[in-house]
């Protein structure tokens, strides 16, 4: 299973941004797909997870309201809606993928990674 996230940049506080992650290799439809960000010194921590059917959702408190996680399991793609972005939203954002339907928010049960795209949010 190959990830391929991508969608970051800079932007302003109070700005979008929106993530795609292209999954190739396997039957994407039998992933739990997740989104989590890591900055230099601490660890990679949960933003956001959608089940395989897209029906259920699960979002970091850091992040909820702000942002929507989705999924088109016909273009084999994930996607992270991120709006109102503030500077602490500043990472390399990662996805992830989970063989199966649970909603995982722990990085040790997910089983593939992409490669991370930076955002830079400025103040």
Known sequence: VQLQASGGGLVQAGGSLRLSCTVSGRTFSSYTMGWFRQVPGKEREFVAAINWSGGRTNYADSVKG?????????KNTVYLQMNSLKP??????????????????LTTLYDYWGQGTLVTVSS
């Open 66 to 74: 702000r942002v929507t996680i989705s999924r088109d399991n016909a």
């Open 88 to 105: 602490e939203d500043t990472a390399v954002y990662y996805c992830a993928a989970a063989f199966g339907d649970t909603i995982a928010v």
